[in-house]
């Protein structure tokens, strides 16, 4: 199995800022629950994206670990915005031109414009090392943290550190 080439000019970025990262190639996986068959192979955290759009159309990309619970209809509370849903697989790939199921925030070098603002659980980023998707779901590529940081600073994007534990639940009312 090989990369595709689009995946090229995301290995490029990362080594020209002196990002060393490792990559494992696997069988395509779709779902947090398929990729659960990496994890043992592949040390570090593993991660969810969720590309989410609020009442008013600005964009979010929310990473967290893959077992952290997120309740879409409770987090817009959590952000300070309306209502969010998920971004359509058209928007998806217009923005950060991805699929869905590659997910991935490496795709926000695709996001000139930077229309998404990026959400990063704090306990994932208490973590050494993390792994996502490299542009594609038939690979993983682990990162240390402090160099994912290091890249989306590179790329200018809105970065917002959260404590996302009770994202899964409902705010607590005033």
Request: charged share 20%; proline share 7%; with cysteine.
């Amino acid at each position: 199995m090989t990369l595709p080439a689009h995946t090229d000019s995301l290995f490029a970025c990362l080594a020209g800022l002196g990002i060393e990262t490792s990559t494992v190639e696997h069988p395509a996986v779709f779902t947090v629950e398929e990729a659960k068959a990496t994890h043992d192979t592949i040390p570090g955290v593993h991660c969810k994206n969720l590309f989410l759009k609020d009442a008013k159309g600005a964009l979010f990309l929310v990473v967290c670990p893959h077992d952290r619970d997120i309740a879409v209809n409770h987090l817009h509370k959590h952000l300070g915005c309306k209502r969010l849903s998920f971004g359509k697989p058209d928007l998806l790939m217009e923005v950060l031109r991805v699929e869905p199921g590659s997910v991935t925030p490496f795709a926000l070098i695709h996001d000139a414009e930077r229309r998404v603002t990026v959400i990063l659980d704090s306990a994932m980023m208490a973590a050494p090392v993390a792994n996502y998707h490299p542009l594609v779901n038939t690979a993983t590529t682990s990162i240390r943290t402090a160099d994912l940081r290091l890249f989306l600073d590179s790329l200018g994007h809105e970065v917002r550190d959260m404590d996302l534990t009770a994202a899964g639940a409902a705010p607590p009312t005033p």
